[in-house]
């Protein structure tokens, strides 16, 4: 494991390998985008099955909580939708899971999604909150890469549409300014930078004002 890595070279993909991934990833973006609706709470159902017959599965886990995630900041990335959307999609994703029941912080594993009840066994599973700590840090990252700038369009037209919010904080990157407190129930966050206190923002911070059962 300490030996240095070797050198690869990276292949180029050709336009059919191109038009094949942006295929697959269009239709992965599909389900979230059918599927993921006030009905269920803005939280992913398990699966949908075609055969015998059309059947939702109202079910959902961490980890497909952390996928519907990382797939809606994917699809703005591919253009499937704009910002205002994605940030949408994650203000209500983030508000539904400040609501559903939780063991000393921690989110279980499986919630039925058009009533947020808790499905039996309740049970923590360390794989299924790994995996959703994985993909907040991957959307954390994602969210800070774009920078706040082409963001701010969005909370200036919340206030041109009088729509003022009480918990924000300012910019799509500063979302997630700490994954852990989702996990964990960590007490309000105020970001600071630069010496300077921001004014609110478009966005809700997952760890803000929190009024969940297990908050």
């Known amino acids: 494991l300490s030996r240095p890595v070797p050198a690869t070279e990276i292949a180029e ?10 295929r697959i990833a269009r239709k ?3 389900y979230f985008d059918r599927f993921v609706t006030a009905e269920d709470n ?3 159902p398990d699966n949908f099955q075609e055969q015998p017959g059309p059947m939702l599965a109202h079910r959902t886990s961490p980890t497909n909580i952390g996928m519907a995630l990382v797939s809606a900041f994917a699809a703005r990335d591919l253009g499937y939708i704009g910002v205002a959307d994605l940030v949408s999609r994650l203000e209500k994703t983030f508000a539904t899971l400040d609501r559903l029941e939780r063991h000393e ?3 279980l594993n499986w919630y039925e999604t058009n009533t947020l009840r808790v499905l039996l066994p309740a049970y923590v599973s360390t794989v299924d909150s790994g995996n959703l700590l994985a993909c907040l840090l991957a959307l954390k990252n994602g ?13 200036e037209r919340d206030e041109r549409h ?3 919010r009480q918990r924000r ?11 852990r407190a989702l996990l964990l129930g960590a ?3 105020r970001h600071v930078d630069a010496g300077h206190d921001h004014e609110p923002g478009p966005l809700v911070l997952a760890a803000q004002d929190r009024a969940g059962p297990g908050g």
């Open 162 to 164: 009088g729509q003022p």
């Open 169 to 179: 904080v300012l910019g799509l990157d500063h979302l997630l300014l700490e994954p």
């Open 143 to 155: 969210l800070r890469a774009k920078g706040e700038p082409r963001y701010h369009a969005v909370a």
């Open 42 to 44: 803005w939280l992913p």
């Open 105 to 107: 912080g921690h989110l």
């Open 28 to 30: 992965s973006w599909d």
């Open 187 to 189: 007490p309000p966050l």
């Open 13 to 22: 993909l050709d336009d059919d390998e191109r038009r094949l991934l942006r």
